[in-house]
């Protein structure tokens, strides 16, 4: 469990613990059941990260609400959009293994985060990570009812593939960003989860063996 989930939780079942030590314990049965979500919400389960060479996981549970290609600061790249509801695990992973090469946090709005502006006017922070042989950037983007986004990694720190990034409190998005060569693996509609479900992949060349290497250097000569 994500430690916030603790706070919340904690603090809300000494306030259950004082409203029924003081006045009728049916009244705590609200405050009770806000801890238990909330306990709930900020879940944290382990997943099996896939280690094939050129997958590129999701940073996020949530549904696929949009697979389009884009164009920043000049350079066409596919945009794969998902949206997490109340319901869903909100702590984000890093999508490929590599260095945070930049972040950068932008103040904004409280928009629907199934607004397609919302990906340029709500509050965000955006992250770049560069490794693999690529650069993929992912933006954490906060929802109508998320108020606070959280990260816990520095630029110039290595991230692992499927590794705990952070995490945004309560309905929100996140957009992936990344070289169109890859071959995407999802489709809109889809549900995934962070750090196991594979968006998309990029052919990976793979050493010869040494009798296919002794053919191919006979086959050029």
């Known amino acids: 469990m994500v430690r916030d989930g603790y706070y919340y939780g904690f603090a809300l079942l000494a306030a259950a613990a004082l409203i029924a030590w003081f006045s009728n314990p049916l009244w705590a049965v609200p405050a009770v059941l806000l801890a238990a979500f909330f306990l709930w919400f900020f879940r944290d389960p382990d997943r099996v990260i896939p280690n094939e060479p050129g997958a590129l996981v999701s940073p996020a549970d949530g549904k696929i609400t949009a697979v389009m290609p884009v164009t920043e600061n000049g350079v066409s790249r596919l945009r794969i959009s998902i949206f997490l509801n109340v319901f869903d695990v909100h702590v984000n992973r890093s999508p490929i293994s590599g260095i945070i090469r930049e972040l950068r ?5 409280f928009g629907n985060a199934m607004n397609a502006a919302s990906a340029e006017q709500n509050e965000q922070n955006v992250v770049t990570v560069e490794g693999e042989g690529q650069t993929v950037v992912f933006k954490q983007i906060a929802g109508l009812l998320a108020r606070r986004i959280v990260f816990n990694k520095r630029v110039g720190d290595h991230l692992q593939r499927g590794e705990r990034v952070g995490l945004i409190k309560f309905g929100s998005r996140v957009d992936v960003f990344f070289d ?9 509609g889809e549900r995934v989860k962070g750090g196991s479900s594979v968006l998309a992949h990029w052919n990976v060349e793979r050493p010869l063996a040494a009798g296919q290497a002794g053919q191919a250097r006979r086959g050029a000569l």
């Open 105 to 109: 946090y932008q103040k904004g709005k």
């Open 180 to 188: 169109g060569s890859a071959a995407i693996a999802v489709n809109v």
